[in-house]
């Protein structure tokens, strides 16, 4: 690869290999960029889906290749570059260069950040040397997941420290490769920021019937390691409890990667602050992903989203972007979540509602939670209702107010709620 | 050893491709520059992977389950013929297929 020649004026450089990079790169290609582009990513792997890393493929049932958004040929055959295991130092903005960890400079014409997020870490004092240790880890990379997966045997202890989705996810992964399992929420409720205290008590039965110790309101105050300090033996928390542990896993959030765009001047608030174009303060410099601060129309506020949908759709919009044909992102916020037989999908953001309706039977393991507030629909948690699921997005998108009689009652067919979809067009 | 499909792109393009059997038709559609989106990757959540199967090969591709019924009965742009790419296992039995993608919602 011809990667480091400066020849070219025009060359379009995306920082970060991330789902939002890869998917940057080909949407370029397929808007008629001929421009030279170049994905710089600081994992040694190919772009890749990170949802299946806390399912899937923590359980093993599938493998590196199969979690990559594409092979290397499409790679090739698109002619997009890749720079892996590489890390940008600093954007010098005046000169248009970035300049890698190893001192190279390279010049861009047009540059993308999609550098995503980290793993948020813990904060007691022992936690420097708890990241040395085996058989402790966070998870937000390939190799997290594969140092986790080589001790996820039958009888071990795991310890999973957070409540939230990657939490919940590992702990129902867990159980289905016979580990013993406690999770530890330090909220009264698991999924506290997300869900209603409804779906969170749903959630916490269902890991409790699956055989997970789950606690809440119990935080994390210490350590205890082996005679030689490499091995974490046990949990220390709050109320003077000790839970011996072979394995801690723990998924206490995420930080936005917004350092290097600090760093370079571009204006940063709880993520890269970008215009609905996906513009940053730097007119040459686009951004999407998870490290973003974007106008939300449908919250009529500025959000930043942890989600593969926002990271795809955004990056496609900083792709028109950059090939010269700006459009807005204006998509709904979705999200899902499975864990051992239920099939979660969300739309919306609940984030102040003030009222919850129910339709279906949480018994049943097949419902869904409308969150209203002030009368109008502004998210939904589907569990097992994909179909509903499907017509709730166009209820949330519509931004109206609903009757939750009607939305509660199973023997009004909620697409009769629905604005009419758009005419199907000719049949092929 | 591979199969051979026969794929029409939303502008109308057609394609023929190599596929390995054993993997998803979505598996197969989504290396292509002008592939399906497949958003959840395979999880048969999000409906980005619709196609639309010719009616020849109608009988001769697996039988949609309640889950993937149940998101392409909401879709805006369906037909008779529609299926999630995901959700059709590749078997030499599919070899020259012919499809064709769905619009994006």
Not at chain 1, 363 to 375: I, M, P, R, T, V
Not at chain 2, 4 to 15: M, T, Y
Not at chain 2, 16 to 38: H, N
Request: charged share 20%; net charge negative; with cysteine.
């Amino acid at each position: 690869m011809t990667l480091m020649s400066s020849d070219s004026t025009n060359h379009i450089y995306i920082v970060g290999g991330g789902h939002a990079g890869g998917e940057l790169a080909f949407s370029l290609r397929q808007q008629g960029c001929a421009s030279p582009i170049t994905i710089v990513g600081e994992e040694s792997y190919l772009p890749y889906q990170r949802p299946p890393l806390s399912k899937a493929f923590l359980k093993g049932e599938v493998e590196v290749p199969s979690l990559y958004l594409r092979q290397q040929a499409a790679f090739e055959k698109a002619n997009i570059g890749l720079l892996l295991s590489r890390r940008v130092e600093r954007i010098e903005r005046a000169a248009k260069q970035l300049v890698f960890d190893d001192g190279r400079e390279v010049t861009y014409s047009k540059l993308a950040l999609t550098t995503g997020g980290r793993a948020r870490h813990m904060t007691i004092s022992q936690s420097a040397q708890a990241e040395r240790a085996r058989n402790f880890h966070y998870l937000r990379t390939i190799d997290d997941v594969l140092a986790i997966r080589s001790r996820l045997q039958a009888g071990q202890r795991l310890v999973v420290v957070g409540g939230g989705y990657v939490g919940l996810e590992v702990a129902a992964s867990a159980v289905a490769r016979d580990l013993n399992v406690t999770v530890l929420e330090a909220l009264p409720r698991v999924l506290a920021r997300v869900t209603a205290p409804e779906m969170s008590a749903f959630y916490e039965q269902v890991h409790r019937n699956a055989g997970v110790d789950l606690r809440t309101n119990i935080e994390v105050t210490g350590l205890d390691f082996s005679a030689e300090g490499d091995v974490v033996t046990g949990v220390h928390c709050t109320g003077g409890v000790l839970i011996p542990a072979d394995l801690v896993v723990v998924g206490i959030g995420l930080l936005p990667n917004t350092e290097l765009a600090q760093a370079a001047g571009l204006d940063v608030d709880n993520g890269i602050v970008v215009d609905e174009h996906a513009v940053t303060s730097d007119p040459d410099i686009v951004a999407a992903g998870d490290c973003t601060s974007h106008p939300s129309v449908f919250c009529g506020r500025r959000i930043r989203l942890e989600s593969v949908p926002n990271a795809v759709e955004q990056a496609r919009v900083a792709a028109a972007t950059l090939a010269g044909k700006p459009r807005s992102y204006d998509a709904v916020p979705w999200f899902w979540s499975d864990q051992y037989d239920l099939k979660l999908q969300m739309t919306g953001l609940s984030h102040g509602y003030d009222q919850v309706v129910l339709r279906g039977s949480m018994d049943n393991k097949s419902f869904a939670a409308f969150y209203l507030k002030d009368g109008r629909l502004i998210a939904c948690d589907a569990v097992n209702r994909a179909q509903e699921f499907m017509v709730a997005k166009r209820l949330v998108a519509a931004c109206k107010s609903f009757d939750p009689a009607v939305l509660a009652d199973e023997t009004v067919p909620l697409k009769t709620l629905a604005p009419a979809p758009a005419a199907p067009p000719p049949q092929n | 050893m591979s199969i051979r499909l026969h794929v029409v792109d939303r502008n109308g393009e057609a394609h023929d491709i190599e596929a390995s059997p054993g993997g998803s038709l979505m598996e197969t559609l989504r290396e292509e520059e002008w592939g399906v989106a497949a958003i959840c990757g395979g999880m048969c959540s999000c409906a980005t992977c619709h196609v639309y199967i010719a009616p020849e090969w109608a009988d001769k591709v697996p039988e949609r389950q309640s889950d993937e019924s149940d998101l392409l009965a909401e879709l805006q742009f369906r037909q008779q013929s529609s299926r999630l790419s995901c959700q059709v296992r590749l078997t030499d039995a599919l070899n020259g297929l012919s499809l064709t993608l769905a619009p994006e919602e």
